[in-house]
């Protein structure tokens, strides 16, 4: 939980995703959960890959004023999201 928290701050997330918990319960992944109630799942491995991929995610939301409800970032490919209007 801690390298994906410095990992976070390398990406420069932090401003654009306020995480409220880890649940590090799970094998082989974390759960984030975030100040907007979305969930993140993100493996232990290649976790600045993911990252990367998060920040091109919330890239495009935010310009559709979409909000991340769910992604998946432990798949390789064709990462699952689901979006929530802004209100």
Do not use: W, Y
């Not at 390298?3 to 701050?9: G, H, R, T, V």
Request: overall charge positive; cysteine-free; aromatic content about 2%.
């Amino acid at each position: 939980a801690i390298a994906l928290i410095q990992q976070m701050d390398k990406a420069e997330l932090g401003m654009g995703l306020e995480i409220e918990g880890i649940d590090v319960s799970r094998r082989g992944m974390l759960l984030l959960r975030t100040s907007e109630g979305a969930t993140v799942k993100v493996a232990l491995t290649a976790m600045d890959k993911q990252l990367k991929r998060l920040a091109l995610i919330l890239n495009d939301a935010r310009p559709h004023s979409l909000r991340i409800a769910t992604v998946d970032l432990t798949v390789g490919r064709d990462v699952p999201v689901t979006f929530a209007s802004v209100q």
